[in-house]
């Protein structure tokens, strides 16, 4: 072939070539925008002539129902021709697909996808591999190949594997508990804006786990992770204030905004705190009503502490219309609920009720047990 013919069919080859990745780049860059419908338009057309770009992003569209309703079958579909064609995104986005169906079929799909976008070095294909093998989804729990999975997400810049690597070292998950290897992996996941691990090493610093013991240094790593909206850091803040600990000046103003900061995004014992205060007048205006209501929510969270206070309001007709029955039912959810407190108060006031009384106390309490009880945090 001379070099006018090369010339010419590489020409040609642009032209029937470049419309197609255009096309594209042009709907993802649409997609980028937020601008749903030209993306839709555009990235349609190429998914159909078997771009597998083209097919992840609207396989991805109908996933989110991102500019169109969602739908799994489509989105389905078209994740599968992409991630076939060895379309790493699609891989991981189907994988977290056949995750989310929480079934072993589900799981047995997901571990495939995943491992084959892992295999493409996908940090976070190799991170959920992590936690699969560390939570027993879908495969035999194996916490050393976990730790593996986790280490080379880790090696990549993925913070929640960092994060996942010092929680095994902290909890001694497959690996000997060392608590100044849990810091060093903190560290990482910290220094890449990982909120969580913030937390995790005010808490060592709090406590002098495999660092030195220094509340101050706990407090900065709190406050910067409370300032970024972390619910459990905001508490320590709180506490810090609340306490005068940590290089602090005691300030139950203060101590109050980041308890309600906290509570508002759920905390059960952030809720009782602010609750707490709401009933004493400290940091607040005295407030009965927001004491018991928020107290309650703690509660039935199945926060023991709330719980045996709440008892102690139906008790003695605090904020609530006194009832010995609804309080013998709170009395016994906090026992349960490992606050060992409430017992004593339970067995006094059973000695008050009538035989009818306990035996709907009894009922109600094994009621709110069931309901109400202590969630994970």
């Known amino acids: 072939m001379d070099m006018r013919k090369q010339v010419l069919s590489f020409s040609l080859l642009s032209l029937l070539s470049t419309p197609i990745f255009a096309d594209t780049q042009e709907g993802e860059a649409a997609f980028n925008q937020q601008r749903y419908e030209k993306a839709f338009l555009l990235l349609s057309d190429e998914a ?7 097919q992840y992003l609207l396989g991805k569209m109908y996933y989110n129902g991102q500019g169109v309703a969602f739908n799994a079958e489509k989105a389905e579909q078209l994740l599968l021709s992409s991630a076939n064609q060895g379309n790493v995104d699609a891989q991981v986005l189907l994988a977290g697909f056949y995750w989310h169906q929480n079934t072993p079929e589900g799981f047995r799909k997901s571990l495939g996808w995943y491992q084959k976008a892992a295999d493409q070095n996908n940090a976070d294909a190799q991170y959920a591999l992590g936690y699969m093998y560390q939570y027993a989804n879908g495969v035999p729990k194996n916490d050393e190949t976990a730790m593996s999975w986790y280490k080379k997400s880790a090696a990549q810049g993925n913070s929640d594997a960092a994060l996942a690597v010092g929680f095994m070292y902290d909890s001694g998950a497959g690996v000997e508990k060392d608590f100044a290897e849990a810091a060093k992996w903190y560290e990482k996941s910290a220094d890449l804006g990982n909120t969580s691990a913030l937390y995790n090493l005010g808490l060592l610093y709090k406590f002098g786990d495999g660092v030195p013991k220094d509340e101050s240094k706990a407090f900065q790593y709190f406050q910067k992770a409370a300032d970024q909206g972390h619910a459990k850091s905001q508490l320590e803040v709180g506490y810090f204030y609340d306490t005068g600990k940590g290089g602090q000046t005691a300030d139950l103003q203060k101590a109050a905004l980041w308890y309600q900061k906290s509570a508002d995004q759920g905390n059960p014992n952030a809720q009782f705190n602010i609750g707490d205060m709401y009933l004493y007048g400290d940091g607040v205006t005295k407030n009965i009503e927001q004491a018991v209501s928020w107290i309650r929510k703690s509660a039935e969270q199945g926060f023991g502490k709330a719980q045996y206070k709440l008892g102690i309001f139906y008790r003695d007709g605090i904020g609530v219309t006194t009832d010995p029955v609804e309080s013998y039912a709170w009395f016994t959810a906090a026992v349960a609920n490992g606050f ?34 202590k969630k994970s945090q």
């Not at 108060?345 to 009621?367: I, M, P, R, V, Y």
């Open 48 to 54: 159909a002539k078997g771009d597998a770009k083209a």
């Open 340 to 373: 060992s407190d409430a017992q004593k108060n339970q067995d006094e006031l059973e000695k008050t009720l009538s035989e009818d009384q306990l035996n709907k106390a009894k009922e109600l309490g094994k009621k709110y047990t069931e309901r109400y009880q």
